[in-house]
């Protein structure tokens, strides 16, 4: 018997890859306007590692996204600023290997598509062949990232938009606020929604945007919102994953759905107090042998240790 094939404990997914999986994320991406008109909500998340991927999808989440929140989130940066391709790429992939069923969205982090059409279509490139993703984010919508977004679109990968807080240039918006408290700033996000919508983006994240200014943007809307602190008009939500389960203590606008750190520290604790008392490994968690191998190791070990 291998190593590993039954005395390693079974860590293989909790559901096969079904067949079909590419068609039905193409059906999800272009049922996604359905979902809008039929008033379906529409489930999405953020992953950054395998498990964490079979969990989203086991619970039927339509949309996941590697977001550069895994700067913050996974590699303890203080802002989203600093991540690289690189590093997300490696996080992309292993939620790749957990999911079949959701779509997965890749997170263009800064400076990976600011600079020129070609910069950013080569990015976005890496996302879908490196990383297997199914479309990209990029933030903000004036200017230049429509434009980048238009150009994405035109290379054939699809776009999700991303106005209101955009946490990659926070700096530039007098920190991490609400967006569009008033008429020009509410006009500015609808002129930012239409551009990404006429750059071909297939839906769009509004975030930390009120209530009223979001439901009205949805309702003009010819593509669906996504929303994360913008109330519950939006098309669809969307959490960050340590916030939903209580991993992280995020923001008003992302109350925890279970303590995750509560149970882990408890885990994690009870384990240390049971390796530090002798209690664990108990004798379930130990393999037999013959009992002469004992001896016959204990004159070995005795003979060769004056060579050593
Ligand atoms: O990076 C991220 O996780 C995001 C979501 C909060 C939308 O952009």
């Known amino acids: 018997m291998a190593m590993g094939s039954g005395a390693e404990g079974d860590r293989s997914p909790s559901r096969p890859a079904t067949t079909g999986v590419a068609e039905r994320r193409q059906r999800l991406l272009t049922d996604l306007p359905g979902m809008k008109a039929r008033g379906d909500r529409i489930a999405m998340v953020t992953a950054y590692d395998y498990p964490g991927a079979q969990l989203v999808d086991r619970a039927g989440v339509d949309v996941v996204l590697v977001g550069d929140t895994a700067a913050m989130t996974v590699l303890g940066y203080p802002s989203t600023v600093p991540v690289s ?78 106005i209101g807080l955009t946490p990659q240039t926070a700096g530039a918006l007098g920190g991490y606020r609400v967006q569009g408290r008033d008429s020009d700033a509410a006009m500015r996000l609808g002129r930012e929604l239409r551009d ?82 002798g209690e664990f490994p108990a004798r379930e968690h130990t393999y037999d042998a013959a009992p002469d191998i004992a001896s016959e190791l204990e004159s070995f070990m005795r003979k060769t240790s004056a060579v050593l």
């Open 196 to 277: 990404l919508e006429g750059a071909g983006c297939f839906a769009v994240v509004l975030e930390a945007v009120p209530g009223i200014a979001a439901d009205a943007l949805t309702r003009f809307s010819a593509v669906p919102t996504i929303g994360i602190g913008a109330g519950a008009g939006t098309d669809g939500q969307v959490l960050v994953y340590h916030d939903l389960l209580g991993l992280t203590k995020g923001p008003r606008f992302a109350p925890a759905f279970a303590d995750l750190d509560s149970a882990a520290y408890a885990g994690l604790s009870a384990y240390v107090d049971q390796v530090r008392a």
């Open 85 to 162: 391709v690189d590093e997300l790429l490696v996080l992309v992939r292993a939620v790749r290997r957990g999911l079949h069923h959701a779509l997965l969205i890749g997170d263009l982090p800064f400076g990976s598509y600011e600079v020129s059409d070609e910069q950013a279509v080569a990015t976005a490139v890496r996302f879908v062949k490196e990383g297997g993703c199914d479309g990209v984010k990029l933030e903000r919508g004036a200017g230049t990232s429509a434009q980048r977004a238009r150009a994405i679109v035109a290379a054939g990968i699809p776009v999700m938009g991303h």
